[in-house]
């Protein structure tokens, strides 16, 4: 059983609709993910080369 929304006598907020779509985009990696990709490969260089 589907559930439907009798309509609404109120118009929807346009700028929340905005706000909404605006966190849609390119997926791309946060500037804290790449920091931390940084760092690990940083990390991880200095290990390698301790060992050799």
Known sequence: MKFKLPPSDKPRNPFALAARQRTAGAHDKSSK????????????????????
Not at 36 to 47: T, V
């Open 33 to 52: 993910a790449k920091r931390q990709a940084l760092r690990q490969a940083l990390q991880r260089s200095l290990r390698r080369d301790a060992a050799d």
